[in-house]
């Protein structure tokens, strides 16, 4: 079985967007802890309603409330993307002990290298397909037709956190929070780093090559 990968970057350093080709064309299976929210949101959940204002201002949702919706994830064989998880330290020693407990392997750690401006310019011009979690950008990665779906021929969206005052909170709050990340993989020797600001396929060729799956292409 191929290892659990946490792919770990800044909001807008493309970990969505990388962990859809991925699962597509390997058959990993993606936990994206945004997308679990916005679904349990969407659906009025009683963690959706818990979620939701956090998400609004861009700060992160509690720890204990995102570790126990990622342990309901943690079923099936199959080796595991996660995205967007973990973002805090505590999440990362739980990820550790749920995925030991299950007898699998610790995860290793690909980390998106990405400044600052390129982040905000890609999360202004995001269009997202709120059933797939597909994710567009009007100018680097444009749908056929504005405002719609390739794939299903649904209504792509703006994400409500996809705002400036927003982006610059969830920009702040990676800085704070999530990239103490880094040096916790690192001390691990479970991490490898990525030049995201290059086009998508240069970005999923890096990151095929960093799990050793390039030679399956
Ligand atoms: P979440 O949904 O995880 O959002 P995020 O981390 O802010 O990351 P994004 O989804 O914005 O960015 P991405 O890296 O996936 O980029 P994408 O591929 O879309 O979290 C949302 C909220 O939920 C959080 O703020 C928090 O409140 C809560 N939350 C979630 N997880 C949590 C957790 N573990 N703990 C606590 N709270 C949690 O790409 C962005 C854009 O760039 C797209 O338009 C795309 O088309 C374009 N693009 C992508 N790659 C490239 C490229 N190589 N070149 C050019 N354009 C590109
Ligand atoms: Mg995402």
Request: glycine share 10%; with cysteine; hydrophobic share 40%.
């Amino acid at each position: 079985m191929a290892l659990d990968i946490v792919l770990l970057g800044a909001p807008g350093a493309g970990k969505g967007t990388q962990a859809q080709l991925l699962c597509k064309q390997f058959g990993y299976r993606q936990i994206s802890t945004g997308d679990l929210l916005r679904d349990n949101s969407a659906r009025g959940t009683e963690l959706g309603v818990a979620a939701e204002d956090f998400m609004k201002r861009g700060a992160l949702v509690p720890d204990d409330l995102i570790i126990k919706m990622v342990e309901g994830e943690l079923h099936g064989d199959e080796a595991v993307l996660f995205d967007g998880f973990p973002r805090t330290v505590a999440q990362a020693q739980a990820l550790d002990a749920a995925l030991d407990a299950r007898g699998r392997g610790l995860p290793e750690a690909v980390f998106f290298q990405i400044d600052r401006p390129l982040l905000e310019e890609r999360l202004l011009g995001r269009w997202t397909n709120p059933r797939t979690g597909r994710v567009y950008h009007e100018r680097f990665n444009p749908p056929r037709r504005p405002g719609i779906d390739d794939e299903d021929g649904g209504p792509l969206i703006q994400r409500e956190d996809d705002k400036p005052e927003t982006i610059k909170r969830r920009l702040d709050v990676f800085e704070a929070q999530t990239l103490p990340l880094v040096e916790y993989y690192d001390h691990a020797h479970r991490l490898a780093a990525i030049d995201a600001t290059r086009s998508v396929d240069e970005v999923a060729h890096a990151l095929l090559h960093v799990i050793g799956m390039e030679h399956a292409h």
